[in-house]
């Protein structure tokens, strides 16, 4: 097996102590969580998309969403008091956090971005989010996202 990434995020969890566990699978381009799921062996459902967005004013911000439901934008710039909110370009995106869209990660981005997440992520007893690089995932418990990225709960979820 090939040496797994070491990248900011996982540099950060193990930095912070935060016990995780590191999933490598085959990354597929435009394959998304549908696809790590499977290879992993888990429900989509507990695989965490970070998406970077930003707000009318330019701001930029991440959002943590289930695998399989998708964020609706109009709910979160309610909750955040904006008048809008969008997805960034992958390009914009890339900027922000440092990482390669389809790697992106929550933890260790380039710059210090608000993080909100999925109300009901929190509830789950495990999650698989991205370790900073396409194909690589880490399993860890909910609580340290609010922990480690003062993640903000939300409830923006749609059915994907």
């Not at 566990?21 to 790590?36: C, D, L, N, Q």
């Amino acid at each position: 097996m090939s040496r797994l990434p070491s990248t900011p995020a996982t540099r950060l969890l193990r930095e912070q102590g935060v016990s995780y566990t590191e999933h490598p699978y085959r990354y597929e381009e435009r394959g998304g969580t549908a696809v790590s799921a499977r290879e992993l062996g888990v429900d989509e459902h507990a695989v965490v998309k970070t998406l970077v967005f930003e707000d009318d004013a330019g701001a930029p911000l991440v959002v943590l969403m289930h695998g399989d439901r998708e964020v609706s934008t109009k709910s979160l710039a309610r909750q955040l008091g904006r008048k809008a909110v969008q997805i960034c370009r992958p390009e914009v995106a890339n900027r922000h956090s440092g990482y390669q869209v389809g790697g992106t990660s929550p933890f260790g981005t380039r710059k210090a971005m608000p993080v909100y997440v999925e109300r009901s992520i929190l509830a789950l007893p495990r999650i698989y989010v991205n370790g900073g690089s396409r194909g690589f995932l880490v399993g860890i418990a909910p609580a340290e996202l609010t922990r480690l990225l003062a993640a903000t709960p939300v409830d923006v979820a749609i059915e994907g």
